[in-house]
């Protein structure tokens, strides 16, 4: 009965360490800056949805649906709608970002198409957490003037099953 309570009472305090391990966050064992686990892995988000939040108190509404093909390529499609000039200042976008480190994370360079400033080509940082959670901003020339990018957007995997 001595050796039980003995051993109990060794085992007890790293029993208690293994359950609060079990929420740090660590990737293959080693620990990892909470938010950072997605600077350490190959893998990556083939969606990114985003909103230009900081362009709704000027009444316009600018989106973007993005495609990852590869770890440093993906496909975007944007639309910016000025509520209160209607048409005359609305534009639809294609760009290509090329991602230097992983796509949706660290500096890119987009080359791309507007309706409204024709052809243009911009370069930027891409910030990405965890959660999907990620902010982009760039600057560009346009050949009809400069181009923006500014925005705040989530990103995510296609579910597997329907």
């Keep these: 009965m001595k050796i039980l309570l003995i051993t109990l009472a060794l085992l007890a305090p790293s029993l208690a360490f293994s359950e609060q391990m079990e929420k740090v966050s660590k990737v293959d064992g080693q620990l990892v800056k909470v938010g950072e686990k997605n ?25 973007s649906c993005s495609y990852a093909f590869t770890e440093h390529l993906a496909a975007r499609v944007g639309v910016a709608y000025d ?10 976008s294609f ?10 994370n660290g500096f890119f360079v987009e080359p791309g198409v507007d309706s409204k400033v ?17 902010a982009y901003i ?6 009809r003037g400069g181009v923006g990018l500014l925005q705040v957007a989530y ?6 099953k329907f």
């Design 39 to 63: 600077d350490y892995e190959y893998a990556y988000k083939k969606w990114n949805v985003g909103l230009n939040a900081f362009v709704l108190p000027a009444n316009v509404f600018s989106v």
């Design 83 to 92: 509520a209160d000039t209607k048409v005359e200042n609305t534009s639809v």
């Design 95 to 104: 760009g290509v970002p090329i991602y230097f480190k992983k796509v949706y």
């Design 118 to 134: 024709g052809l243009y080509t911009a370069g930027g940082y891409h910030w990405m957490w965890d959660s999907g959670f990620n």
């Design 138 to 143: 760039g600057l560009g020339l346009a050949r």
């Design 155 to 160: 990103a995510f995997d296609t579910p597997s």
